[in-house]
């Protein structure tokens, strides 16, 4: 682990760093310059941060260009940003206590800061306007999903929530509005293998695999001539729900993965998949408290764009 950064954090996030080796492994190296510009001259302008002192010791002190190669040195930076859309919709704040804050979330927001969704994060957003730099989110809901997301405010709380979602006694519930099939027997536990592939988008099933995924599927209404789904998922594999609708043949609408990978612009938000995390329910492992939250959004769920 590196020390602490002597930069604080930019757009929520913290500073990168990078650390020299021992000098005898490369002894071309005869300053910190030469070094910077072999080890990031593909990511980083580096005669330009040198310039404008961008690179800095552990000290906080400004890395020369010239000065002489150290090893065993701590360098620290933050990369410039990639223009990003502005995400529309709200993150209504549902709760907040001093060890976690529930958000409910817009679709096409991610909830980290990771790829091209950087700065339009819930991480990156709420950071810098809670001012809770250790801010993050103790489960997964993906970027187009829509809803309840809990995040703890320091690093020392996240171990106690993040075992409790681990041992599954967070209790969540999902909406979605699909298709209506004939002669589909409701509601149904499916059950059955999911796994990912690198470089994949989608998820997918393996046949014959041992379960690693259980969702419980029910009718609860018609809208517009949809069915409204209550989804109840009993493990958390990536993209289950949206999995399992699509093996009952009844894919959620507007999924723009599923059952076929859609060529939708970043910027495009004007059509939002139908799955809404409606509620979430726990024990809390701290104060043992019983937690109950619901969203304020509800299904069909309309773009945000102004």
């Not at 809390?284 to 764009?305: H, K, M, N, Y």
Request: hydrophobic fraction near 40%.
């Amino acid at each position: 682990m590196p020390p602490r950064s002597p930069l604080p954090q930019r757009h929520g996030l913290d500073a990168a760093w990078v650390c020299t080796p021992e000098r005898s492994q490369h002894p071309l190296w005869e300053t910190m310059g030469a070094w910077l510009d072999e080890r990031l001259s593909e990511f980083v302008d580096v005669a330009g941060f040198l310039a404008q002192g961008r690179f800095v010791y552990g000290t906080g002190a400004a890395v020369g260009g010239r000065d002489p190669y150290q090893p065993y040195t701590f360098v620290w930076f933050h990369r410039d940003l990639a223009e990003e859309s502005v995400v529309p919709g709200l993150i209504h704040m549902i709760y907040r206590d001093d060890r976690i804050v529930v958000i409910d979330k817009p679709a096409f927001l991610s909830s980290i800061p990771r790829g091209r969704h950087v700065v339009q994060s819930v991480v990156v957003r709420l950071r810098a306007q809670m001012q809770l730099p250790e801010l993050s989110p103790l489960h997964r809901l993906d970027r187009v999903t829509s809803g309840l997301l809990i995040l703890a405010t320091e690093g020392r709380w996240r171990g106690a929530y993040q075992s409790m979602f681990q041992r599954r006694e967070v209790a969540k519930t999902y909406r979605a509005l699909a298709p209506l099939r004939t002669g589909l027997e409701l509601p149904v536990t499916v059950r059955n293998h999911l796994t990912t592939r690198p470089g994949r988008w989608q998820a997918e099933v393996l046949p014959g695999g041992p379960v690693n995924a259980e969702s419980l599927i029910e009718l609860e209404s018609v809208i517009d001539g949809l069915g409204s789904y209550r989804l109840t998922p009993r493990t958390g594999r990536t993209h289950q729900l949206r999995l399992h609708m699509l093996g009952l043949g009844i894919p959620i609408s507007d999924d723009p993965l599923y059952p076929v990978v859609q060529d939708i612009a970043l910027d495009d938000f004007t059509r939002p998949l139908q799955l809404l995390a409606n509620e979430v329910r726990f024990t809390d492992p701290i104060d043992g408290g019983a937690r109950q939250f619901v969203s304020v959004r509800t299904l069909p769920l309309r773009s945000e764009v102004d």
